[in-house]
C-alpha cells in the first residue's frame, strides 16, 4: 500500500518493569457506580509493549506450574488467557457467559453484591486431570475465580494455579482462592476497591 511499510512483526523481548505496566492502567473514579475505583486495562492492552510484558510475565508465571492448557474468563480474561496460551504453546478454554456456546455446556451459578451471574463451558474442553492455569484481568472479591475453578474442576481439570494482572487484595478475593488450594500471582496490586 502506498506509503506504508511492511508489517514486521515486533518478536523482541518486552523490557517494561511491572511499576511500568502498572502505571499503563487507567483508574476511573465512580464506575460503574459511586465509590469503585475502575482499574482500566484498555490502556495497558492498547499499549503494544505493555501489552507484550504483560503476557510475558503471566507467561513465565504459568511456565513455572506445569500448566497443559490455559483458561480465561469472558470478556477480559480472554485477552490475556488466549495471549498466554498462543505465548505457551497451549490450547485455550474460554468460560463463557451464559448462553454463548452453541452446544450442550456444564454451568455454574454463583452470587453477586447483587443477584447472581452463571459461567457456562464446553464439557468436553478438558481431558480428564488436565493441569488447567486460570488467567484474568483482575481478582476483586473472588467470586468469578471460584466459580470457574469449581466449574472447570467438574469439567475434569486439576486447577492449582490462577494468574491475574491486578489484584485488589483489600477485597479479599486472593486470599479466599489460596484458602480453596490455588496459588494465586498477579502483576500487580491497588489498594482499596
Ligand atoms: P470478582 O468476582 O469480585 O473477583 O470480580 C472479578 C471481575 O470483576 C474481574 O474479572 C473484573 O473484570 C471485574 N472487576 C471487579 N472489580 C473491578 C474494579 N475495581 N476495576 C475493574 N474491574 C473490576
Do not use: N
Not at 36 to 41: A, K, S, V
Not at 130 to 135: K, N, S
Not at 142 to 153: D, F, I, N
Request: charged share 20%; aromatic share 6%; net charge negative.
Amino acid at each position: 500500500m502506498a506509503g506504508r511499510s511492511a508489517f514486521v512483526p515486533d518478536m523482541s523481548t518486552p523490557h517494561l518493569s511491572l511499576a511500568d505496566l502498572k502505571a499503563l492502567v487507567r483508574t476511573v473514579p465512580d464506575f460503574p457506580k459511586a465509590g469503585i475505583q475502575f482499574r482500566d486495562i484498555t490502556t495497558l492492552i492498547g499499549h503494544h509493549q505493555g501489552m507484550a510484558a504483560s503476557v510475558h510475565h503471566l507467561a513465565a508465571m504459568a511456565g513455572t506450574s506445569g500448566a497443559e492448557k490455559i483458561a480465561g474468563m469472558e470478556a477480559r480474561g480472554f485477552i490475556f488467557g488466549a495471549a498466554v496460551a498462543v505465548q505457551m504453546g497451549l490450547g485455550f478454554v474460554p468460560v463463557r457467559k451464559p448462553g454463548k456456546l452453541p452446544i450442550a455446556t456444564i454451568g455454574i451459578d454463583y452470587a453477586l453484591e447483587y443477584g447472581t451471574d452463571r459461567l457456562e463451558m464446553d464439557p468436553t474442553a478438558i481431558a480428564p486431570g488436565q493441569r488447567v492455569v486460570i488467567v484474568d484481568d483482575l481478582i476483586a472479591t473472588g467470586g468469578t475465580a471460584l466459580a470457574s475453578v469449581e466449574l472447570l474442576r467438574s469439567a475434569g481439570a486439576v486447577i492449582e494455579h490462577a494468574l491475574f494482572v491486578i489484584d485488589l487484595p483489600d477485597l479479599g478475593g486472593a486470599s479466599r482462592l489460596r484458602e480453596a488450594g490455588i496459588t494465586v500471582r498477579a502483576l500487580m496490586e491497588f489498594e482499596g476497591d
